[in-house]
Nanobody
Framework: QVQLVESGGGLVQAGGSLRLSCAAS????????MGWFRQAPGKEREFVAA????????YYTDSVKGRFTISRDNAKNTVYLQMNSLKPEDTAVYYC?????????????????WGQGTQVTVSS
């Protein structure tokens, strides 16, 4: 069974940066598209970014385009989310996930394995 472990969250001031990491084990990581989602208090989990198995394609929600960058290192079984110019509205628990099938890339239902999440808090 694959396991995902996120790290790198924390408290940062608006305008600052954080780099999230997601380490995978138990599956051939390099074969799968990976995604990052986030969930703020009282809100539904939402898509943030995704990256194809070979990093040839990346996808972002509009609100993070130009500020966040998703990348992966298949040799290390790790996917990253570099977050720059952070805003208070980016505050959420961030989750990485392994893409499954049957639903769209931007849909929570399109991912079948999830990490435990890492908290990101951006102060104004």
């Amino acid at each position: 069974q694959v396991q995902l472990v996120e790290s790198g969250g924390g408290l940062v001031q608006a305008g600052g940066s954080l780099r999230l990491s997601c380490a995978a084990s138990g599956r051939t990581f390099s074969r799968y598209m990976m995604g990052w989602f986030r969930q703020a208090p009282g809100k539904e989990r939402e898509f943030v970014a995704a990256i194809s198995w070979n990093a040839g394609r990346t996808y972002y929600t509009d609100s993070v385009k130009g500020r966040f960058t998703i990348s992966r290192d298949n040799a290390k079984n790790t996917v990253y989310l570099q977050m720059n110019s952070l805003k208070p509205e980016d505050t959420a628990v961030y989750y990485c996930a392994v893409r499954g099938s049957g639903w769209g890339i931007f849909d929570v239902k399109g991912y079948d394995v999830w990490g435990q999440g890492t908290q990101v808090t951006v102060s104004s």
